[in-house]
Every structure is written in structure tokens, then in C-alpha cells.
């Protein structure tokens, strides 16, 4: 059981333009939702994260919004540049319990110049 | 420089040779986590470990053991390899704050094995 869903494998974006990244999820006790960016042949690294009693959270170029009551969430990129290319995870946090990570299974951004 | 290491990188083997894939922290946190990624499924965490002699299993832990005798040191061992555990296998680690709120994870370069 997939709790949580990124249902695009892929997306490809103009340079200059927005990156609309999306993630649904189905348990309603996470209480942290995090986006990590991969590159090739590295480890996952973090990129922005929200607390479940936010609707937005936004850091230079990227702003997480969660939409609680429809259990989704978005990551965009504005501007989006070359550099951004790369695959990217959605995941959530339980602080109560197993502290686990759950991931969705990441949308490969690909920035065209 | 604050990192989470694993070794070895790349690893070809044969069924039923046991194996360690190593990892070490240094940034001393208190949680690790050992995650397998393959195509459409995403990371999928097999083990993870509170705090020293702490291990539990994840979701997908069947056909891996874990230890956590130091605080640094995560290693994931498979007893008995077989061709379905060929994958992308990344540790983790991060420092559980007080309070309980979430705090960055940070993952380790990654371990591509290969099961024959």
C-alpha cells in the first residue's frame, strides 16, 4: 500500500519557467512533509519540508503548499534552472510511534534551456 | 565535514554469499535508517535504529539483519543474498531534537548491489 503517491515518473519544464511538482498521500497522521532532490550515483538530499499544521512554506526559489483536506501537496521552482534537474521525492514523517520515512516513488524534473 | 559514509560503493555478488554494506556517521546522531530504492517504487526503508542496541524493522526487512553496537556505525548484513535484493541501498541518519519535531535526515552516497 502506497501511502504515499507521486503519479508523475517524469516532467519537463522550460528554463525561466515554474516547476509544479505533486505528491498525494493517504495517512492522515503524517505530521511533517518533506521534498528531497537526487542527483546520479548521490545520496537524497533535502530540500524543504512543512509541518502538517502549515499550508505553505517557502525558501528562495521553492515553496512546499499542503492541502490538507484534499491530502496533497506541491512543490514549486520559480525560476526553474538547469541545475534542478534531477529526481525528486516526496516524503512524510510520523513523530509518534515507528518514526519512519515514507518516500513516494519521485518525478524526475528535467530543465530545458 | 558532517557526513554519512558507506562501504563499498558498488558490489557484485553471487547467491547465498553473506555480505556487510558498512555505514558510519559523524555527526553524532541518534537515528539510522537503511532504505533500498528500486524503479516506481520509490525508497523503501528495511531497518532503522533509535539509539544504540534500539533496532527495528521497517517495511521491507525480510532477508536483512542490522546491529547497532556504536552510536556511529549502521551496518546492514545479508545473510544469504538472493537476486531480488539487487538494488539501490542508501543509510540515513539524523538527530531526533527534543520535543519530537523533525529535523533533517541526511543520506549516505548510496551502495548499488548486484546479486547473481
Known amino acids: 500500500d502506497q501511502q504515499v503517491k507521486q503519479n508523475s515518473p517524469s516532467l519537463s519544464v522550460q528554463e525561466g519557467r515554474i516547476s509544479i511538482l505533486n505528491c498525494d498521500y493517504t495517512?492522515?497522521?503524517?505530521?511533517?512533509f518533506l521534498w528531497y532532490k537526487k542527483y546520479p550515483a548521490e545520496g537524497p538530499t533535502f530540500l524543504i519540508s512543512i509541518s502538517s499544521i502549515k499550508d505553505k512554506n517557502e525558501d528562495g526559489r521553492f515553496t512546499v503548499f499542503l492541502n490538507k483536506s484534499a491530502k496533497h501537496l506541491s512543490l514549486h521552482i520559480v525560476p526553474s534552472q538547469p541545475g534542478d534537474s534531477a529526481v525528486y521525492f516526496c516524503?512524510?514523517?510520523?513523530?509518534?510511534?515507528?518514526?519512519?520515512?515514507?518516500f513516494g516513488q519521485g518525478t524526475r524534473l528535467t530543465i530545458n534551456p | 565535514e558532517a557526513q554519512v559514509t558507506q562501504n563499498p560503493r558498488y558490489l557484485i555478488t553471487v547467491t547465498g554469499k553473506k555480505l556487510t554494506v558498512t555505514c558510519s556517521q559523524n555527526m553524532n546522531h541518534e537515528y539510522m535508517s537503511w532504505y533500498r530504492q528500486d524503479p516506481g517504487l520509490g525508497l523503501r526503508q528495511i531497518y532503522y535504529?533509535?539509539?544504540?542496541?534500539?533496532?527495528d524493522k521497517g517495511d521491507v526487512p525480510e532477508g536483512y539483519k542490522v546491529s547497532r553496537k556504536e552510536k556511529r556505525n549502521f551496518p546492514l548484513i545479508l545473510e544469504s543474498p538472493s537476486p531480488n535484493q539487487t538494488s539501490l541501498y542508501f543509510c540515513a541518519s539524523l538527530k531526533i531534537l527534543a520535543g519530537g519535531s523533525y529535523n533533517e535526515q541526511f543520506f549516505g552516497p548510496g551502495t548499488r548491489l548486484t546479486v547473481l
Open positions: 495517512n492522515s497522521m503524517f505530521d511533517y
Open positions: 535504529s533509535m539509539n544504540v542496541e534500539v533496532t
Open positions: 516524503a512524510a514523517w510520523i513523530l509518534q510511534g515507528a518514526q519512519k520515512l515514507v
